[in-house]
């Protein structure tokens, strides 16, 4: 498996991480402990990153399955701790599911530019469907202008192309 450094290496992975766990979460990342289990309290003292923050990156790693942690009991004070590690070798996966939510919600919005007639107004800038300009028999909800009917072919267009980018994206993450 590629160490946390090569993998942070690769941009789209840093890019992913980053904007999931941001800088403390990255360098708690390029400080873990390559070995073994440890609680976040070790982890906060041997980082020198604080406590809440090592916990919050941690939690935030493992809604993603990116980290996990087993519980262990003290018998003499009943006390449990946590001990975690990380799973960088999911983040494939993370980051494919991730790319997968995203085109989901593109390609809603693509249908939804694709079956509607659309009006603006000049002057506040909104973006009415048809039916809704209809409602407003054509005026401006804000300032009560005319609206004009509004082209939206550059945006379909934009949002075709980003589609197609993350479908050849997913299909290469597939295949590594
Ligand atoms: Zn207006």
Same mark, same amino acid.
């Given at each position: 498996?590629? #160490? ?7 941009? !789209? ?8 766990? =941001?800088?403390?979460? %990255?360098?708690?990342? /390029? /400080? ?14 041997? &980082? =020198? ?10 939690? #935030? ?6 980290? *996990?942690?087993?519980? %262990?009991?003290?018998? *003499? &004070?009943?006390?449990? #701790?946590?001990?975690?590690? %990380?799973?960088?070798?999911? $983040?494939?996966? !993370? %980051? ?16 939804? *530019? ?5 009006? $603006?107004?000049?002057?506040? =800038?909104? $973006? ?40 050849? #994206?997913?299909?290469?993450? =597939?295949?590594?």
């Amino acid at each position: 498996m590629d #160490t946390v450094d090569e993998l942070l290496e690769n941009p !789209a992975i840093y890019a992913y991480l980053h904007r999931l766990v =941001g800088d403390e979460g %990255i360098e708690l990342l /390029k /400080k873990f402990p390559s070995e073994g289990e440890h609680s976040d309290e070790d982890l906060a003292a041997e &980082t =020198g990153i604080n406590l809440n923050s090592v916990r919050h990156s941690l939690y #935030t790693l493992y809604e993603k399955r990116l980290a *996990e942690y087993h519980r %262990i009991k003290n018998n *003499e &004070t009943g006390w449990l #701790t946590y001990l975690w590690q %990380i799973r960088l070798d999911r $983040i494939p996966v !993370a %980051i494919r599911e991730d790319l997968e939510n995203i085109l989901d919600k593109l390609e809603q919005r693509e249908r939804f *530019e694709e079956e509607n007639d659309f009006y $603006i107004c000049k002057d506040c =800038g909104i $973006i009415l469907p048809f039916a809704k300009a209809l409602d407003l028999e054509f005026k401006c909800p804000e300032c009560d202008n005319p609206i004009a009917h509004f082209d939206n072919d550059a945006l379909l267009a934009a949002l075709k192309q980003r589609i197609a980018e993350i479908r050849e #994206t997913v299909a290469h993450a =597939g295949s590594s």
